[in-house]
């Protein structure tokens, strides 16, 4: 068991051998997302390998002439690796309309590779309206016209109900992964943690589904390190860069839950599938959420963490900030104070995704850590 | 300064009397709404709501230069230094009650369009959580394209048909399609009068410069579809066309015509009209005041109200970009182009650099200057940066530029 596990922290360290290596093994197609939310059951009914393309670490040379220094690093990164040629083994590319940043990105994007495919899934914000039934359902038709056209393989009702069966299993296994990480943080180091939930959005699902219900049993009885001191829920876009994890586990603070973006946000509410297909995705998108990038006026993302830190027993919250993300910057000041008339602690950490120095972070953590370790704050 | 002229002072009284009336007002009668700057106001007016901008309050904030104080106060409760400032300086206004028209009247409802950015969809949905009010959010997809889809007009559509039981419900009253339809018939008119004042600056010598377009734009900004604003439009027309006739330059001698791409420094026109008076440059144009030529067709309204409120420049393709900067260039007759980097408004300047190359690389390329800058907080405005950047803008220029006459693009 120990090798599966490796093998999916391999996929996550260098995901682009592992999508290559698929490429040449299977024929197929790769089609490259941008964050946040893609309905990749269409993609792979399509016979297509979806994979996440949510920047990275990376020196930004060349993308700092196309765009400015406060785009968020995971657009820069982004245009980077396109640039270098790191996702010369994607085959289309998939911009949702996530932020401005993304949305722009997109067309910089469109006037320095015009020849390679790309699909912009400009969603509908004010999904209230009536009118988004029918403009969604339009919008995830085309993209099964473009990701036909793309891959040459017709996208049939059998094959999407069985994409479908196959994504609502991926959700429950990673649900019943959530509930390990809560009920005994031990079992995993946070990067650990992390590399599983990125390791799977580079592999077919059917195969991860198989590597992850192997291992779940396994790892229930697996203990890596001491009961937590601190039981955390982290809040934000991503845990990135993943020291953070690591200097978590050395400080004695655990993840217990997750209301990140590349997390526990783009995995729930499964598909519901006794209802009719395509709908059936066109449902789970507006059932989505809470989420910064998704509107909601009630502005639903405080009750939320609440109920996670009830849930969870946590002792406190961090809110991982991607720096420049307006998004999550919008979010702040009212999830503060809400958590603040709630008695619940929370930890500011900002962060990109090229950052190097971890120090700052690290006396932050361990700061806070003291804080709740002594109790304050209840 | 010339003295005030008779659109000059009306356009004080306009103003006032837009930040004045909402904090007289019956709201039964009168309801307040907030709104975002390019939303279809033409629904509000017919229910008698007065609508108010703070946008347009941010820029008057920004240009009586109390953008850092007023942006500092939203810090201080969490407001990240990186969102757009005209929502840090407005939410700093309600925080302390510090204004330059003694703040806003409290909204009984907002109404948010994303035809400009995402930002204001952030903002809003605080507004609506701080205010206790309901908000209503007019999606107008951003469009990739040249053309915008017929799906997507359709939604939009959509949407505008259910603002009205919305609007019915929030201000419990009836709306009235008749009375809608005059009201769009005034914005219509204005509008068009809006088109005729800018398009005046294609006269040589130009009759004012964009910086005073930047003032002029308030009424058709905040008042659209009233018939005051129409006045207004009427009045300051009538003006400028007498200076055409006259001959009157708005920058004597002028030698070189620039377009401005962005939304402007408000605390720094004067010295940047003053820097380029020295070079008899005019910024004749912008696209920025372009944003409210909003012409509908009357025997279609929600049809076409769906595709304008969708078109704003800001909502298109990098493609669309192009193209309307080229259509200036050659319309206004232009030498260059300086461009507004603006750390504040995202979806206007991400894509500028690609931008500008394109339209180097066409047969419209004319000299460009780029400079860093926010429209309300000075603290990311470097005014020595933009000296230095437009003298070695202007310099070029001035070496190829034929002593007396324009100089042609092909
Ligand atoms: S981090 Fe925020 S700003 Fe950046 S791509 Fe994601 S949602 Fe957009
Ligand atoms: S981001 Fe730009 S368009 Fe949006 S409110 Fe700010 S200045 Fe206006």
């Known amino acids: 068991m120990e090798s599966v596990l490796q093998s999916l922290l391999e996929v996550a360290a260098n995901p682009s051998s592992e999508v290559s290596r698929w490429r040449q093994r299977t024929g197929g197609k790769v089609v490259g997302w941008l964050p946040i939310y893609v309905p990749e059951e269409i993609i792979h009914a399509a016979g297509a390998l979806p994979v996440s393309l949510w920047g990275g670490r990376t020196e930004i040379v060349r993308a700092d002439a196309h765009l400015q220094g406060f785009a968020c690093s995971v657009v820069r990164a982004v245009l980077e690796y396109g640039l270098k040629g790191t996702y010369n083994m994607v085959d289309g590319f998939i911009f949702p309309s996530t932020c401005d940043h993304i949305q722009n990105t997109s067309d910089i994007w469109a006037s320095l590779f015009p020849d390679r495919p790309k699909f912009d899934l400009v969603y509908p914000a004010n999904r209230q309206s009536k009118a988004a039934v029918v403009y969604l359902e339009q919008l995830f038709a085309d993209l099964e016209q473009w990701l036909e056209e793309l891959t040459g393989q017709k996208v049939t009702s059998e094959k999407l109900r069985e994409s479908v069966k196959i994504y609502n299993c991926y959700r429950a296994l990673l649900a019943d992964l959530f509930s390990l990480r809560s009920r005994k943080p031990e079992s995993l180091s946070g990067p650990e943690m992390g590399q599983i939930v990125k390791s799977s959005l580079f592999l077919e699902k059917a195969e991860f589904n198989r590597h992850l219900s192997d291992l779940l049993p396994w790892l229930e009885h697996r203990k890596v390190k001491p009961a937590p001191k601190a039981r955390l829920v982290l809040t934000g876009i991503m845990a990135e860069p993943q020291e953070i994890l690591a200097i978590l586990d050395e400080l004695g603070g655990a993840i217990v839950a997750d209301d990140l973006a590349l997390g526990a946000r783009i995995l729930r509410a499964p598909v519901r599938e006794e209802l009719p297909l395509p709908a059936a995705l066109v449902d789970r998108h507006l059932r989505l959420g809470p989420c910064s990038t998704l509107y909601d006026w009630r502005k639903g993302r405080g009750a939320h963490v609440q109920h996670l830190v009830a849930e969870h027993a946590a ?62 704050g209840s | 300064m010339l003295k005030m002229s008779h659109a000059g002072n009306y356009l004080l009284g306009l103003t006032m009397l837009h930040y004045t009336a909402p904090k007289q007002a019956d709201r039964k009668k009168n309801p307040v709404a907030w709104c975002s700057s390019i939303v279809p106001v033409e629904f509000l007016r017919a229910l008698d709501v007065l609508p108010l901008f703070p946008e347009n309050h941010a820029a008057l904030i920004g240009a009586r230069k109390m953008g850092v104080e007023l942006a500092e106060a939203a810090e201080a409760i969490g407001y990240s230094n990186d969102i757009c400032s005209y929502a840090r300086a407005d939410i700093g206004h309600i925080l302390t009650g510090k204004s330059p028209v003694d703040g806003l009247a409290r909204p009984d409802f907002l109404v948010c369009c994303n035809n400009i950015c995402g930002t204001v969809v952030k903002w809003y949905e605080n507004l609506a959580k701080h205010f206790h009010v309901p908000l209503f959010l007019l999606d107008t997809p951003f469009n990739h394209e040249r053309e915008i889809s017929e799906h997507s007009l359709r939604y939009v559509e959509g949407q505008l048909r259910e603002f009205i039981p919305w609007l019915e419900g929030v201000t419990g009253k009836i709306f009235d399609y008749e009375r809608f339809q005059e009201i769009a018939m005034v914005s219509n008119e204005t509008s068009k009068l809006w088109r005729e004042v800018l398009a005046l600056a294609k006269h040589k010598p130009a009759p004012f410069t964009a910086f005073d377009t930047f003032n002029y734009m308030a009424p058709i900004v905040t008042m659209r579809g009233t018939p005051e604003a129409l006045e207004y439009y009427r009045l300051l027309l009538d003006e400028l066309l007498q200076k055409v006739k006259e001959g009157a330059a708005a920058v004597p001698g002028e030698k070189y015509r620039l377009l401005w791409n962005g939304i402007p420094v408000w605390y720094s026109m004067r010295p940047m009209l003053q820097l380029l008076a020295k070079y008899r440059a005019n910024l004749v144009c912008s696209t920025y005041t372009n944003g409210w030529v909003l012409e509908f067709d009357t025997d279609n309204l929600l049809g076409s109200m769906a595709r304008v409120y969708s078109a704003i420049m800001i909502n298109q393709s990098l493609g669309l970009k192009l193209t309307n900067l080229q259509k200036m260039l050659s319309n206004f007759d232009l030498d260059g182009i300086i461009h507004h980097s603006n750390r504040s408004c995202k979806p206007y300047c991400f894509g500028l650099y690609d931008l500008s190359r394109q339209l180097q690389a066409s047969n419209h390329a004319v000299p460009e200057m780029i400079f860093d800058g926010d429209q309300t907080d000075p603290r990311h405005f470097s005014w020595a940066q933009f000296e230095s950047r437009f003298q070695s803008f202007i310099e070029p220029l001035m070496l190829t530029q034929s002593p007396n006459g324009y100089r042609r693009q092909s």
């Not at chain 1, 979010?331 to 619940?344: F, M, R, T």
């Not at chain 1, 971890?358 to 806070?368: C, D, E, P, S, V």
Request: net charge negative; hydrophobic share 50%; charged share 25%.
């Open chain 1, 315 to 376: 002792d406190g919250v961090i809110f991982i900030n991607m720096k420049f993300c307006e998004a999550e910057e919008f979010d702040y000041p009212v999830l503060k104070a809400e958590l603040e008339e709630a008695g619940i602690p929370l930890l500011f950490l900002e962060v990109e995704q090229q950052m190097a120095a971890m120090g700052q972070i690290r006396t932050r953590l361990q700061a806070f850590l003291e804080v709740l370790g002594k109790g304050a």
